[in-house]
């Protein structure tokens, strides 16, 4: 299994030098430009089976709902085997077991441990070569963000659309009951705590509290480009960088009676603070609103911005499609992948799944945005695509260890935590979450 692995791993380093890595179907392609590309419309008669698998715990009908259904609709020929993220089926018990996926998709926290490591990691460089496709469709910061993840600037992956951009929701009757005027487009973080200072109120003896986050996706999308890693060294990033953050955030749960439960540390817990009806604002994910109840009274307006980058969203939060190394129907695969980001397929989902498209040219995508979402009926949806991306974290230089992003993202919320909860100033906390993020590289490199 170990020599299966180092031989994928050395593949994938080694794609632009070694065609035998590829499968012969993807040899290089003399064919003219509108040839090659009208080639990736062609629909083969020939059968084949294709494993897919994700990083998500989707189940086999979401699966179906969001890519199933659509594959075997337009391709007939493929026989799909979907395997769920569920106990005795993570991807390292297929490795183990031999199984090695075709397709897969996940985000780009979630790239080191799912494909590179694992030796699956494949270029889709040359596909994209032999069928002419064109890159410069889909939003820039996008195809930046993958290949950020590798310090060649290999393409091991296209974005999918985005479900999660982030929006600042508001609780309509708590407005209402304080007279105080709905939040608006473009608010800076400065103004939005003003609001949640004038609506973090006692009143009937119950606590109102003007301002909830998500401060996870917040802190790992944040909309200044701030990284956990330092790209020049094996270190955690600028402190004063993540410093400036924590204060602006921070702040909000300094006003009193607005502090989160300090009981549980849980980020769900906050998450669904708003959830109660007691919170007047919360940024969170477009997703988020499929938990609201019946009876909270809702909208949205866009994610507050900070001065010095106005109109400027969070980084995306889109997830990628990935072709496995090991994968002996790539040109298939490829076909696949191309058509689930087709402009047909992607305002399909925009329309009927509030799927942010990750192509830049979708006027009809974003007219229809949400319209057969009843959730989101007289909702406030521009405001999940408004404004542009932030830019994608930087590449990191050659040579340096990946930590662990899992323990790297912990240290930086647990620090965050440290001080809205336990009241450690924020120095001391990015200090220790410096120690954290020096530990991990240190795990990371000795293994």
């Known amino acids: 299994m170990n020599k299966v692995i180092s031989t994928a791993i050395s593949c994938t380093l080694l794609i632009p030098l070694l065609a035998a890595c590829s499968s012969s179907s993807t040899t290089s392609t003399d064919k003219a430009p509108a040839e090659a590309a009208a080639d990736l419309n062609k629909v083969d008669n020939e059968p084949v089976t294709l494993t897919f698998k994700s990083d998500f715990p989707d189940d086999m009908d979401v699966f179906n709902q969001y890519y199933g259904d659509r594959i075997k609709q337009k391709f007939p020929n493929v026989t799909i085997n979907f395997i769920p993220r569920t106990t005795g089926q993570t ?223 969070n980084q995306s939060s889109s997830a990628y499609w990935f072709i496995t190394n090991t994968n002996k129907n790539k040109d298939i695969s490829f076909k696949i992948i191309a058509y689930l980001l087709s402009d047909e397929v992607q305002t399909d989902y925009a329309t009927n799944l509030a799927g942010l498209p990750s192509i830049k040219a979708m006027d009809k995508a974003v007219k229809t945005f949400g319209q057969n979402v009843p959730a989101l009926k007289g909702k406030h949806v521009e405001a999940a695509y408004k404004y542009d991306l932030a830019p994608a974290p930087p590449q990191r230089d050659k040579g340096l260890v990946k930590a662990d992003p899992n323990k790297v993202a912990s240290a930086i919320n647990n620090a965050f935590l440290k001080v809205v909860i336990d009241g450690v100033d924020i120095n001391t906390a990015l200090r220790q979450a410096g120690e954290d993020i020096t530990k991990a590289i240190d795990e990371k490199r000795t293994k």
């Open 91 to 313: 991807l390292q018990d297929l490795l183990n077991a031999g199984t090695y996926p075709d397709i897969m998709y996940g985000k780009t926290n979630g790239v080191d441990g799912f494909i590179i490591e694992t030796g699956l990691a494949y270029d889709m460089s040359e596909l994209v070569k032999k069928y002419n496709y064109d890159l410069s469709r889909f939003k820039p910061q996008l195809i930046d963000a993958i290949r950020n993840t590798n310090p060649d600037g290999q393409l091991f992956g296209l974005p999918m659309p985005d479900f999660d951009p982030q929006v600042l929701y508001y609780n309509k009757s708590i407005f209402d009951r304080f007279g105080v005027p709905y939040p608006k487009d473009g608010m800076t973080w400065d103004e939005v705590y003003d609001l949640a200072q004038k609506l973090t109120r006692v009143d009937g003896g119950k606590v109102y509290r003007g301002f909830s986050m998500q401060q996870g996706v917040i802190m790992r999308d944040n909309q200044l480009g701030i990284p956990y890693l330092d790209p020049k060294a094996d270190k955690m990033y600028n402190d004063e960088a993540w410093k400036k953050q924590f204060e602006n955030l921070a702040r909000f749960y300094q006003i009193t009676n607005n502090n989160r439960d300090t009981k549980n540390r849980s980020a769900g817990v906050e998450s669904d603070a708003f959830i109660k009806g007691d919170v007047a604002m919360q940024v969170n994910q477009l997703t988020k609103f499929r938990t609201f109840p019946e009876g909270l009274e809702w909208d949205m307006v866009t994610i507050p911005t900070f001065k010095e980058k106005p109109n400027t969203m």
